[in-house]
């Protein structure tokens, strides 16, 4: 039996029972027509990002699905069609494996490897324990546990359990630093934290905000820190700014190569707030923090070399169709598609509470995660003329 085979088949027994879907034909062929709205899973866990391996199959996110049920992040794979899921990366996850918060998969254009990001490092929201804390204002709200740091990894889809030397790269966040302070030996610094719209939204709403994407080449992969896009050169390991991307995140490369679309964060209103920790010899912690509110999320476009951008109006998490003429995104809790000449962008129907979309290399298709009652998300597919290649 080959390596990982005997957990796809655990996972069949957990994730097999499912409810009736909607009505497809399935042909002898790998372009599978689907007639009507199809949904993929029915766990009642979150279920995010979905992205096309080929035509026939997706990968995506889920939350705790068994049998990684303390993983708060797994990577996944499910036929187009429906049926049965199973780890997209049999070698890194693995029953009784480590728990790795794993998101936004990515496969390579020639299908071998996958990036992905990694969820490593969340701080404390209460940096300064103590017994007393005043705040000036004195109504200042409290913030959310702040991100820390992310990992970029590509691995092998068959290869060995972790990614290989090389294909691994820590991106720590910005939004806190220690600011020391000399002469008082019960306060030698304080914290300064800036809480930008990043932070506020993947707490809120965990959307793909750093996702990988690849170049056609195959050799560097767009992603942002939460407050740009950065290209990835993986000959190099290093990534740097894309120019004009201020606020970008949600990055996706075009399949011409031509352009990266992604979501600008457009920072809104700010709240300031002091806060002093006190124990029982007096101030032993200070915060001075920044809260930001997210104004606007529009849809922008820049050249891989930051060139030229343009701004395509209202709008986030934006996907490619296969012949690079059209976007598809969200706004207002449901999908459009825009022309990337600007045209005036169109709804498309029946994709109410949809988000996350992607269109399937034949441009017939649209994955995307539907929001239920409860916060939590589903996959679905439906037909679309998205633009074949």
Not at 144 to 171: F, T, Y
Not at 198 to 219: I, K
């Amino acid at each position: 039996m080959r390596p990982g085979a005997w957990m796809a088949v655990g996972v069949l027994c957990v994730l097999g029972c499912r409810e009736a879907t909607s009505q497809f034909v399935s042909v002898d062929r790998l372009s599978i027509e689907v007639t009507g709205p199809l949904q993929l899973t029915f766990s009642g866990l979150d279920e995010r990002t979905p992205v096309w391996l080929g035509l026939d199959s997706l990968a995506y996110a889920a939350e705790g699905v068994a049998p990684f049920a303390q993983s708060p992040g797994v990577l996944m794979k499910i036929p187009a069609s429906g049926g049965a899921a199973e780890p997209l990366l049999p070698a890194l996850q693995f029953p009784g494996g480590a728990s790795h918060w794993l998101a936004s998969p990515a496969p390579s254009p020639d299908g071998v490897r996958a990036a992905y990001a990694e969820i490593w490092a969340v701080a404390d929201a209460d940096l300064c324990p103590a017994a007393i804390v005043a705040c000036d204002p004195s109504g200042a709200a409290p913030i959310a546990a702040r991100l820390a740091e992310i990992r970029l990894h590509v691995m092998h889809r068959e290869g060995g359990g972790s990614p290989a030397p090389g294909s691994s790269l820590s991106v720590p966040l910005e939004g806190r630093e220690f600011v020391p302070l000399r002469g008082d030996p019960f306060l030698p610094g304080f914290f300064r934290i800036r809480y930008y719209p990043f932070q506020r939204l993947f707490h809120e709403e965990n959307p793909p905000l750093f996702r990988p994407s690849w170049d056609p080449e195959g050799t560097r992969v767009a992603f942002s820190d939460g407050l740009r896009v950065l290209l990835w050169d993986l000959a190099s390991s290093r990534a740097e700014t894309v120019p004009g991307t201020g606020g970008g995140v949600a990055p996706a490369w075009s399949p011409n190569g031509e352009w990266i679309a992604f979501t600008r964060l457009v920072r809104g209103d700010s709240a300031a707030a002091s806060c002093t920790h006190s124990g029982f010899l007096g101030p032993v912690c200070r915060q001075e923090r920044v809260d930001y509110e997210v104004a606007e999320r529009r849809i922008a476009l820049v050249r891989p070399d930051g060139s030229e951008t343009r701004e395509l109006g209202r709008g986030e998490e934006p996907a490619w169709t296969p012949d690079s003429g059209r976007l598809v995104f969200r706004r207002d809790g449901r999908l459009w598609a825009v022309s990337v000449e600007g045209e005036a962008a169109t709804p498309i129907p029946g994709t109410e509470r949809a988000r996350e979309p992607a269109v399937s290399p034949d441009g017939g298709r649209l994955a995307y995660a539907r929001l239920l009652t409860g916060g939590k998300h589903d996959l679905w597919v439906v037909p679309f003329g998205g633009g074949g290649s």
